[in-house]
C-alpha cells in the first residue's frame, strides 16, 4: 500500500518551492499508506522559461518518512528554488515497500533511463513484473532497482523507442503500457517528451483528480467513458483520444489546477470539486484540458484492424475465421440464415450480404423472437450476436435454437461469456466487420463472385484508415431511422423548418431514391444535415449543410456513415449534462428478461 500524490498547475505562476511545499503536504496526507521511503520528481532547470526547464526532470528519493524526503529536498544546491512555473507537473510517492528493501533506489518515482525521459509513481503490485523486466533486459534496457514498478518506467520508454510516428500521444503511449500489465495499479505519469501533461490510470488501485479552478470550466459534467477490457490488443495506431469539446477546461483558456491522489484526504484542503477513476480509465491533462478517453467512437479503427489481424489476407483476398473453419461446410449447406440479436447488436446483423451467402437471411430481435415461438429447423444456422455475450434475451433464444437442433454461432465482444461458451462455434470481433468477413468466407468458392469478393476484401484493407478520417440513448431525444423510400409513405408530414432531419446519402444502388427523399424534405421547408460522400458535388451543392466522409465499397459504407452520427449523439450528451456511458435505466449487459 503507497501513497500517490501530484499536481499540475496551468496559468497558475508557482515557484518550485511553492510546488515542492504542496507536493510535500499531499504526502503528509497519505503517509499512513507508507512510510519506509518518499520521492518527487518535477522539472529541472533554472531558466525563466518554464518549457526550457521542462525538457528535464529531476528526482529526489529519500529513505525514511516524509520529514526525511523533505531534509534532502533542502540539501539540494543545484536546483533554484525561487524559479517560477506558468505551467509545471510535479509527482510525489510515499511507499510501503513490497518488492525490494526501503532505499532511495528503490524508492518512486521510477524512470526509465538515466536521462528521466519517462518518470512513474504507482500503487500497487505487478505480478507479471518478472516476464516483462526479462523481455526489456533481452531489448537493452537496464535495470537498476529491485521494484516492479521500474519495468513500467521502461516499458513506457520501449514503447516510445518504437512507436509507429512522431506524433503519438502520451495518452496512446500509457494505453498500450497498461494493456500490458497484470495486477493492480494507480498510475501517474511524467515525461520530458511531453511537458505540462500527465497521464493518469487505474485497475483495481483507487485514484482520484481534483479540480481547482477560480474561473467558469467548460462543463460542470465530466465525460468519463469507461474502456472495454482490451486483452486481445496489439500495438496498432490509434488516433489521439482527445476532443477540446469535450474535455474538462476553463474557458477562455484561463487558469486551472489538478491534483491526482490515491486517498480523498489529499485533495479536500485544496478543492470539493472530485473525480473517482474507475477501473481501465485513462485521464489525461494536456494544455490545461483534463480529457478522458472517447472508448466506444475513437477505438473503431483498432477494433477493426484488430477483427481483420490474422483472419483476412490481402495479397492473396482469402478469409479464415478459425472459429468456424470446422462447421463452415455445415454452414454452406443450411437452409437459412438467422441472426439474432438485441439493442445495437441488431442492427450489426443487418451487415450480413443475402448477396454473398446467396442463402435467405433473417435478422430477428432476441425478445420478439421467443415471443412468437418463430419455427426453428435442424438445417437452419443461428447467429447470435451480443456484445456482453450475457444477454438474457440472446441467451434464452439461443438454448431454444438448440432445443430444435439448429447450429448456433456466437459474435461477441467478450471471450468466456455465456454466449460464446453455449454456443457450436463463434468469433470474438467487432461484429459488423466478422459478419461480412463470414459473407466472404461463404462465397470464396464461387467464381462468378470472385471480382466483388476482391472489392469487399481491398475496402476492408483501407477501412480503418478511413475511419481515422473522421443517437439515441444517450442523448434522451427520440430520434428515428426511416428507410429513404418510406418517407413519402407518412413520416414526411413531420418535416418543418424546426424539425430536426439528419440524411445519409451515399452513391450505392439507392442513390436516387435518397435524392428524390431530399428532395421532398426540401420542398416542405427542412433544412437537413446530410452525411454524404466527400466526392458527391450534386449532393454537397444540393445541401446547406453537409457531413463529408471518406468513400469506401458500398456494403462497408455504413461503418463510415455512422461515425458523425455517433459523434453528434456523443456532443449532443455532453452538452445536454448527461453520462454518455451510463445512461439512465439501461445497463451494458441486460441480464434480465
Not at 512522431?166 to 505519469?189: C, H, K, P, W, Y
Not at 454452414?331 to 442463402?359: F, K, M, N, P, W
Amino acid at each position: 500500500m503507497c501513497g500517490i500524490f501530484a499536481y499540475l498547475n496551468y496559468h497558475v505562476p508557482r515557484t518550485r518551492r511553492e510546488i515542492l511545499e504542496i507536493l510535500l503536504k499531499g504526502l503528509r496526507r497519505l503517509e499512513y499508506r507508507g512510510y519506509d521511503s518518499a520521492g518527487v520528481g518535477i522539472d529541472g532547470g533554472n531558466e525563466k522559461q518554464w518549457e526550457s526547464n521542462a525538457r528535464s526532470i529531476q528526482l529526489i528519493k529519500q529513505q525514511g518518512k516524509v520529514q526525511a524526503l523533505d531534509d534532502e529536498i533542502n540539501k539540494q544546491q543545484d536546483i533554484n528554488m525561487d524559479v517560477e512555473f506558468d505551467v509545471h507537473l510535479g509527482i510525489a510517492h510515499t511507499r510501503w515497500a513490497t518488492h525490494g528493501a526501503p532505499s532511495p533506489l528503490n524508492s518512486h518515482p521510477h524512470r526509465s533511463d538515466r536521462n528521466n525521459e519517462f518518470i512513474v509513481i504507482h500503487n500497487g503490485i505487478i505480478t507479471n513484473y518478472k516476464d516483462l523486466r526479462k523481455f526489456l533486459e533481452s531489448k537493452g534496457y537496464e535495470f537498476e532497482s529491485e521494484t516492479d514498478t521500474e519495468t513500467i518506467a521502461k516499458l513506457v520508454k520501449y514503447m516510445y523507442d518504437n512507436r509507429e510516428n512522431n506524433d503519438i500521444s502520451f495518452t496512446t503511449l500509457v494505453e498500450r503500457v497498461t494493456q500490458q500489465l497484470e495486477g493492480a495499479f494507480a498510475l501517474v505519469f511524467k515525461s520530458v517528451h511531453y511537458p505540462g501533461e500527465a497521464v493518469a490510470t487505474r485497475r483495481g488501485g483507487p485514484l482520484l483528480i481534483g479540480v481547482k479552478s477560480d474561473h467558469k470550466l467548460s462543463t460542470d459534467h465530466i465525460p468519463i467513458l469507461y474502456r472495454s477490457s482490451g486483452k486481445d490488443k496489439q500495438g496498432c495506431a490509434t488516433l489521439p483520444r482527445m476532443d477540446q469539446d469535450t474535455c474538462l477546461f476553463p474557458v477562455d483558456d484561463k487558469a486551472v489546477e489538478y491534483y491526482f491522489a490515491s486517498d480523498a484526504s489529499a485533495l479536500i484542503e485544496h478543492t470539493n470539486r472530485v473525480i473517482f477513476l474507475e477501473d481501465d480509465d485513462v485521464a489525461a491533462v494536456s494544455e490545461g484540458r483534463l480529457a478522458f478517453m472517447q472508448k466506444e467512437i475513437f477505438e473503431q479503427p483498432e477494433s477493426v484492424v484488430n477483427t481483420m489481424r490474422g483472419r483476412v489476407n490481402f495479397d492473396d483476398n482469402t478469409v479464415t475465421l478459425g472459429g468456424l473453419k470446422d462447421h463452415i461446410k455445415e454452414i454452406q449447406r443450411c437452409r437459412r440464415l438467422i441472426l439474432i440479436a438485441c439493442g445495437t447488436s441488431y442492427h450489426a446483423g443487418v451487415a450480413v450480404l443475402e448477396e454473398l451467402t446467396e442463402l435467405p437471411v433473417m435478422v430477428e430481435l432476441a425478445s420478439d423472437f421467443l415471443d412468437r415461438n418463430t419455427p426453428v429447423f435442424r438445417d437452419d444456422v443461428c447467429f447470435f450476436i451480443s456484445q456482453s455475450g450475457e444477454t438474457a434475451d440472446s441467451l434464452m433464444a439461443l438454448r431454444y435454437c438448440k432445443e430444435q437442433g439448429a447450429l448456433t454461432v456466437g459474435v461477441t465482444n467478450t471471450v468466456g461469456s455465456s454466449i460464446s461458451r453455449e454456443t457450436d462455434c463463434g468469433a470474438y470481433t467487432s461484429q459488423f466487420v466478422a459478419l461480412i468477413m463470414f459473407a466472404l468466407l461463404m462465397c470464396d468458392d464461387r467464381i462468378s463472385m470472385q471480382p466483388r469478393r476482391c472489392e469487399i476484401i481491398q475496402g476492408l484493407r483501407i477501412l480503418p484508415d478511413l475511419i481515422k478520417e473522421k443517437i439515441k440513448e444517450i442523448t434522451y431525444m427520440h430520434s428515428e431511422g426511416i428507410l429513404a423510400g418510406e418517407l413519402k409513405h407518412g413520416p414526411l408530414a413531420l418535416v418543418d423548418k424546426l424539425m430536426p432531419v439528419i440524411m445519409i446519402i451515399m452513391r450505392d444502388h439507392t442513390y436516387v431514391k435518397c435524392q428524390n427523399a431530399l428532395q421532398q424534405v426540401v420542398a416542405r421547408q427542412g433544412r437537413p444535415i446530410v452525411i454524404c460522400d466527400r466526392d458527391d458535388q450534386e449532393t454537397i451543392n444540393n445541401s446547406s449543410r453537409t457531413i463529408k466522409v471518406p468513400h469506401c465499397v458500398d456494403c462497408l459504407q455504413g461503418v463510415l456513415s455512422v461515425i458523425p452520427l455517433q459523434l453528434l449523439s456523443f456532443h449532443l450528451a455532453v452538452l445536454r449534462g448527461y453520462d454518455v456511458d451510463c445512461p439512465r435505466n439501461l445497463a451494458k449487459s441486460v441480464t434480465v428478461d
